[in-house]
Nanobody
Framework: QLQLVESGGGSVQPGGSLRLSCEAS????????IEWFRQFPGKGREGISC????????LYRDFVKGRFTISRDNAKNTVHLQMNSLKPEDTAVYYC?????????????????????WGQGIQVTVSS
């Protein structure tokens, strides 16, 4: 069974850090694009950052550049999202998604690409 599982969410104070993980099971992430999304209550998902495992291209939306870093751990078949300098407006449910279509992460972070595989989502809360 092909599955993505997120972990590492939780509550943190403004200015703090969290590292989200997206572990794949049932398939290897080699050759896939992985993107992190987030969703605010009552709103659609927005793409944050993606990594293309074919050429290691990493892309970010402007509002997370310099604060978030996406990376891959080949040995653990996992993609991480290191989130630093967190703000209350980063509070959301975070999802990872994977797809074999390389163009999903080529020039820009994809807003509405139909990723094939999705994690279940994990809550991140930034509050004092």
């Amino acid at each position: 069974q092909l599955q993505l599982v997120e972990s590492g969410g939780g509550s943190v104070q403004p200015g703090g850090s969290l590292r989200l993980s997206c572990e794949a099971s049932g398939f290897t992430l080699d050759g896939y694009v992985i993107e992190w999304f987030r969703q605010f209550p009552g709103k659609g998902r927005e793409g944050i950052s993606c990594i293309n495992t074919n050429d290691n291209v990493t892309l970010y939306r402007d509002f997370v550049k310099g604060r978030f870093t996406i990376s891959r751990d080949n040995a653990k078949n996992t993609v991480h999202l290191q989130m630093n300098s967190l703000k209350p407006e980063d509070t959301a449910v975070y999802y990872c998604a994977a797809d074999s279509r390389n163009y999903f992460c080529s020039d820009l972070v994809c807003y509405d690409c139909p990723y094939a595989y999705w994690g279940q989502g994990i809550q991140v809360t930034v509050s004092s």
